[in-house]
């Protein structure tokens, strides 16, 4: 076996220069770096690439919907997000949920590298599960305040949507659920497959569902969210 490639994918070139020389010096990665999304999807398409380590503001395609294209169409692929979070950062998946780590800018190549590291471990572990879980994907929507359709598919049959305002869940429905019935239905899910489409032009989904984003707050990922004061339309820990 060979060793493995990662595909790094950031707008700050002086960054990916920093990290691909540090992690060549440990001689156990090939790295390939990308300044833009379509950059990176030309590099997926070509090389066989075993983690995608990503940032989400990326120009010419957003790191969300980077991520949603591996889902589908690489979902063997291991995923690292990197975000900017003040305060504590939002929790790993568990290794029996599938495996998809954030890490907290600023780091280094020492740091991403223990990272890279843990992941290829958890893989060669018999009970690992590959892909991205929803209580992975649905933090990252809020955190880059999406305006979106979100399409998720995990299996055959199973096919739900999420309805997203400026990161804020207004609706979720799945085949014949709506709200926080289908939202409980999909959470129970596996690694789903996932699309990023514009939000329907209709005012009845574009109201903010109180009960979701307390249904939601019930979930570890969420309540890892600092959110400040300011900025009432996003998560926050209900008091008490």
């Known amino acids: 076996m060979g060793i493995d490639t990662v595909l790094i994918v950031d ?4 960054l990916l220069s920093d990290l691909k020389t540090g992690l060549l010096k440990f001689g156990q990665f090939q790295v390939m770096t990308a300044a833009d999304g379509l950059q990176a999807m030309a590099i997926l398409k070509r090389e066989r690439i075993a ?4 940032g989400l503001k990326i120009p010419r395609m957003d790191g969300l919907e980077i991520l949603a294209y591996v889902t589908r169409e690489y979902p063997n692929i291991l995923s690292i997000v990197t975000i900017t979070l003040q305060g504590e950062v939002m929790e790993k998946q568990s290794r029996g ?21 843990k992941m290829l471990d958890y893989r060669d572990e018999v009970y690992f ?12 929507v809020n955190l880059e305040q999406k305006t979106c359709l979100l399409e998720v598919s995990c299996g055959i049959k199973r096919k739900g949507f999420f309805y ?4 804020i869940i207004c609706d979720v429905r799945c085949n014949n659920l709506t709200g926080a019935e289908a939202l409980k239905e999909m959470l129970n899910w596996g690694p789903g497959r996932y699309w990023f489409k514009p939000l329907p032009d209709d005012p009845a989904v574009r109201e903010f569902n109180h009960d979701l984003t307390a249904l939601i707050m019930k979930e570890t ?3 890892k969210l600092k959110v400040k004061n300011d900025q009432p339309r996003k998560w926050q820990e209900s008091p008490g």
Request: net charge negative; glycine share 8%; no cysteine.
């Open 11 to 14: 707008n700050d070139v002086k």
């Open 97 to 117: 949920d599938g495996l998809f780590a954030y890490l907290n800018k600023p780091f280094n190549h020492i740091i991403l590298h223990g990272e890279l590291i």
């Open 164 to 167: 997203f305002d400026q990161g």
């Open 129 to 140: 599960q590959a892909g991205i879980f929803l209580l992975a994907m649905l933090p990252l």
């Open 221 to 223: 990922l969420f309540k």
């Open 51 to 54: 983690i995608l380590v990503t």
